[in-house]
């Protein structure tokens, strides 16, 4: 929990020196807008496929940040096609990390809990559904960890991957446009979006945290 605090913070900072380097002391120069064309142009085909793999690998192993990733899409190929290579690269890496879980996971959770995992609210593919959903919209839960629990969990593929795809939408588009925005010279706006992504996603973490840490001495 600390740890992703931790990130969130210095993501902010780094945000903040790009739009307000005079402020901060900092001198950082940023590739113009014709200078990334020319590495669109020169890239070609394969710089698509990187975004998109790197998404999908950012979402299998949970170390690796994925919204840098978005930020550079936004950066080269504007809000649009930005956030439509990081809508599939998130999908195809949900996908996965839901296929390992389902493959090599549930026949593990079901030789040791039985049916007991399908009870009560875990065993309605509408609850599942909407949970899956909600938490794409909450930029605090761990995007690779829902995908995991619900290849554990009965619910449908299918289910999974529509609830994932029109849940990542939002930020993804989000996400994509701050890069555009900064990259076409507006970083003010995009630093302010920023801002208030991290402080709601920081708010959001500090109230779960506080929250956890009442429950255990209420319990002890």
């Not at 998109?52 to 096609?81: C, F, K, Q």
């Not at 195809?92 to 390992?100: I, K, R, S, T």
């Not at 609830?163 to 970083?187: C, E, K, R, W, Y």
Request: charged share 10%.
């Amino acid at each position: 929990m600390m740890m992703r605090v931790l990130l969130i913070a210095v993501f902010l900072m780094g945000v903040v020196a790009l739009a307000f380097p005079d402020v901060l002391g900092v001198d950082i120069r940023l590739p113009d807008r014709a200078e990334i064309d020319r590495w669109i142009e020169a890239a070609g085909l394969a710089g698509p496929i990187v975004i998109v793999a790197l998404m999908t690998i950012a979402i299998v192993a949970s170390p690796l940040p994925s919204a840098p990733i978005a930020l550079a899409a936004g950066a080269a190929y504007g809000h649009t096609y930005g956030t439509l290579f990081v809508v599939l690269g998130a999908e195809l890496g949900a996908l996965a990390a839901f296929g390992l879980a389902r493959g090599l996971g549930r026949p593990f959770v079901e030789r040791h809990l039985g049916q007991k995992i399908n009870a009560g609210l875990f065993g309605s593919q509408n609850t599942l559904t909407f949970l899956v959903f909600g938490s794409r919209l909450l930029p605090f839960l761990s995007f690779d960890m829902i995908s995991y629990a619900a290849g554990l969990s009965k619910l449908h593929l299918w289910r999974f991957a529509l609830a994932t795809m029109a849940g990542i939408i939002p930020a993804s588009f989000l996400l994509a446009h701050m890069g555009s925005q900064a990259m076409n010279g507006d970083a003010r706006t995009a630093t302010w979006t920023a801002l208030a992504l991290g402080g709601f996603t920081g708010l959001s973490v500090l109230f779960a945290a506080t929250r956890k840490t009442g429950t255990q001495r209420e319990e002890s």
